[in-house]
């Protein structure tokens, strides 16, 4: 179940990065279940990784060794997440990247290692070690969907997002591809994304890129609230293209920025539309704050609130829950009277109270739609913010209660 059409993508190669995906039985039989993404030597790589305690040793390996080696490899499998799993998981993920090196003819230290699925089971790395020859061959620079499609888990269908535009006299292209259904909930990128370009780009400015980018996408979704012990986001640069970029402030930096961050939303919200049982898309706007960390603050409340997001799957305009979860988002001196809200342009409340307005079918208007547009004006200031979420729905329960079965 996911909410609205499949977007149909085009996505464009990426001079310096080939891919492949493969059915090596990890798990389950009959789907892609692992890749393997090749760069170009002179790349560059930034990334940003999961802030749970609990990170799995993937994550560990990968944080590492992105700070210390030119990446020239992202090895990545579903079915186990390989956290959890103490001091083997280690050596099972490094093993794999071990005899991925042999086959590559590069150092173990130059390939990062990425995984999805159960916590709390050991990684079977032989049926990974079978299977990368095979891996290595497929290697395509037009692989895209497929390497897409190989990473999903609970996902009902591959996210992807491409753009080519020009800067000045250059072309450039960025291309990319994530995954993410549940245990969502941006403490960094609640997920695995991918995202490449062929501009110049030196480290330190990526990474800000990066920053930037991950931000105002992927730090602002949430499904469930849990974060994952799995999640990274990787930006690579591969440098093949004729545009560099070496000052932030530049018209180019700011082009860039703009349309790397419209690849990061489309993929983010890409992720909420296909939310484990979601049937619907929602935003949460907040507007009027007196800084961005109370609209986020409120915005995050309202979002993972179990009774707003059953109300909006039962297509409720319960706006008390919405209005309660407001009250305990913990603002201090909050002035009720100057807070209104609305669904769309419906508006529910205005001084601290249903709005003389108000209808009750209006509301049940808004909340037919499958996509809702939720807007919160705190009055306090000139902060603003907005996050994706869904709504929580008796298959969300069903999916993660059968989890492991």
């Known amino acids: 179940m996911a909410v609205g059409p499949q977007r149909k993508v085009s996505m464009t190669p990426i001079e310096g990065v080939r891919l492949a995906a493969i059915e090596s039985q990890i798990r389950y039989a009959n789907r892609l279940d692992l890749v393997l993404v090749e760069i170009a030597e002179g790349s560059t790589t930034a990334g940003m990784f999961t802030q749970n305690a609990f990170c799995a040793a993937p994550v560990r390996i990968a944080k590492q060794r992105v700070e210390h080696s030119a990446s020239r490899y992202f090895l990545i499998n579903t079915g186990y997440a390989n956290a959890g799993t103490g001091p083997k998981g280690e050596l099972a993920a490094m093993a794999c990247c071990e005899g991925l090196a042999e086959i590559a003819g590069t150092s173990s230290e130059q390939i990062l290692p990425f995984s ?45 997002a491409s753009v080519s535009f ?64 799995n999640d990274c986001c990787m930006l690579v640069a591969t ?115 249903v709005d003389a307005e108000y209808s009750e079918s209006a509301g049940q208007t808004e909340m037919d739609k499958d996509e809702i547009r939720v807007r919160i004006n705190l009055g306090r200031g000139k902060a603003r913010t907005r996050v994706w979420t869904s709504d929580l729905s008796n298959e969300y329960v069903r999916i993660n209660a059968d989890y492991r079965s």
């Open 239 to 353: 440098g093949k293209g004729s545009l560099a970029i070496t000052d932030t402030n530049s018209e180019a930096a700011t082009q860039f920025q703009s349309e790397l961050n419209a690849v990061f939303e489309q993929l983010a919200t890409d992720l909420i539309r296909d939310a484990e049982g979601a049937s619907k898309f929602i935003t949460i706007e907040v507007n009027e704050g007196a800084s961005e960390q109370e609209c986020l603050a409120v915005a995050y409340v309202v979002a993972e609130s179990p009774l707003v997001k059953t109300a909006f799957y039962a297509s409720d305009p319960n706006w008390g829950r919405i209005l309660a979860a407001i009250g305990r988002a913990g603002l201090g001196d909050l002035d009720i009277e100057s807070v209104t809200v609305a669904l769309g342009e419906t508006l529910l409340v205005s001084k601290g109270a």
């Open 166 to 229: 020009a800067v000045n006299s250059s072309q450039v292209s960025i291309s990319g591809f994530a995954k993410g259904s549940g245990m969502i909930r941006p403490n960094m990128a609640t997920m695995l994304a991918y995202v490449f370009t062929d501009a110049q780009i030196d480290r330190p400015l990526l990474e800000k890129f990066l920053a930037s980018a991950v931000n105002n996408s992927f730090n602002r979704i949430t499904v469930d609230g849990d974060t994952s012990t």
């Open 116 to 160: 999805t699925g159960v916590i709390g089971e050991q990684l079977p790395s032989d049926k990974i070690l079978v299977a990368l020859p095979e891996l290595y061959t497929a290697l395509s620079a037009n692989s895209w969907q497929s390497a897409a499609q190989g990473i999903l888990t609970t996902d009902t269908r591959p996210k992807l």
